[in-house]
């Protein structure tokens, strides 16, 4: 069974794109991927394309715009983890010897379609009352108050942290730093949740080229890192009473993803996670295991997750920062996995960083548990 290691990456800016579409990304940070791969298009020999909103063969069309129409092309839809599974079909592929030049495309344009909150699926209890996502996730965060004593100024240092690192990435959707005052100053929206307590409606698209071992001998490429592990669970079913400060999800994507990678979360070096609200940061970081429950709130008012922290998280600037379209979001988070460990995330670059991991969730199951949950392990 081969390895597999990212050879290209491609993104575009994130925010909002009136003038364009989810085509129209996809193939930009597509052409990107496959010159920074330094490889010919002709030896890509299949691709799979994650997206949410955008209908029918939006990848057929991207590969069509990019000069690529005829290879075999999967599109895949698995709510916000739909990129991040597109680049686990990828890699099962290329692992099943099937392929050995393999595209992972991740596209989303939300701003013509939403212009507030999504709803939990109908079929969910929480839809029949009202709740949408951002009415959930308040209630996560009241109860983690409530259960680890965490205050409203720590919940708020997650958005500014977030945004502080997004001010040094050139293809974030917000560029200004802010502060624990501007957070509780921004409208509400749920309480305890304010406006920057939660991630924007976005635009963007990020793609990456991925190859079997003998690929990657033949083509030769320097700066190659290998995806030790992409692991993907979805939720469970289940109306009894379950914990909303805990995501055992999270933690069972994750301990699979550890196995298959042979890594620890003490070894994880930083992470990319799921900050779809500030409290999300907090329980997928525990849930992960890099920070005890209970205890990240305090670790981020310590300084232990920025960058030159103990263990930065979402050094891209997260979703909160760097802005979340859906589809796109899983294949960014990859996108700034592998930057950081070629060494080439500029002013936010955590030095001797090697092993990184990314984190995405989506959708809604019944309850508490999320649709799809994917863990990435990215080594160099």
């Excluded at 996560?140 to 500014?160: C, D, H, K, N, S």
Aim: glycine share 12%.
């Amino acid at each position: 069974m081969s390895e597999v290691h990212i050879v290209g990456t491609g993104m575009t800016r994130f925010g909002k794109h009136p003038d364009r579409d989810a085509t129209d990304l996809g193939t930009e940070a597509l052409r990107e991927a496959i010159a920074d791969a330094g490889i010919d298009p002709r030896a890509i020999e299949a691709a799979y394309c994650g997206h949410v909103y955008q209908g029918m063969v939006t990848g057929q069309r991207i590969l069509a715009q990019a000069g690529l129409a005829g290879l075999p092309l999967t599109n895949v839809e698995n709510a916000c983890s739909s990129g991040a599974t597109a680049i686990r079909e990828a890699s099962l592929a290329i692992r099943a010897g099937e392929h050995d030049v393999v595209v992972a495309i991740g596209t989303e344009h939300l701003t013509n379609r939403f212009r507030g909150a999504l709803t939990p699926d109908p079929s969910d209890p929480e839809a029949a009352v009202g709740a949408t996502m951002p009415a959930v996730y308040a209630m996560r965060a009241r109860r983690y108050m409530e259960e680890f004593g965490m205050t409203r100024e720590q919940l708020a240092l997650i958005p500014v942290k977030n945004k502080r690192n997004a001010a040094h990435n050139p293809l974030a959707h917000f560029r200004t730093e802010i502060t624990v005052e501007d957070v509780l100053q921004s409208r509400p929206i749920a309480d305890p949740l304010h406006l920057h307590d939660c991630s924007p409606v976005t635009d963007g698209a990020a793609v990456v080229v991925m190859m079997s071992e003998g690929a990657l001998k033949r083509h030769g490429n320097g700066r190659a890192v290998r995806l030790a592990a992409s692991a993907l669970r979805s939720g469970t079913v289940d109306t009894t009473p379950t914990s909303m400060t805990f995501e055992p999800l999270t933690r069972a994507t994750a301990e699979d993803a550890y196995q298959r990678a042979g890594v620890g979360p003490e070894d994880i070096d930083f992470a990319e996670v799921h900050d779809c609200f500030s409290i999300a940061e907090v329980l997928r970081v525990e849930g992960l295991g890099l920070f005890p429950q209970g205890e990240y709130p305090a670790a981020v008012e310590r300084g232990e997750a920025d960058i030159g922290g103990r263990l930065p998280i979402n050094p891209s600037g997260g979703l909160l920062g760097k802005g979340h379209p859906l589809g796109g979001t899983g294949v960014a988070q990859v996108v700034e996995l592998v930057k950081q460990l070629r060494g080439e995330a500029g002013e936010r670059q955590i030095e001797g960083a090697r092993i990184g991991l990314a984190h995405c969730r989506g959708g809604k199951a019944v309850g508490i548990e999320g649709a799809a949950c994917t863990v990435q392990i990215l080594v160099r």
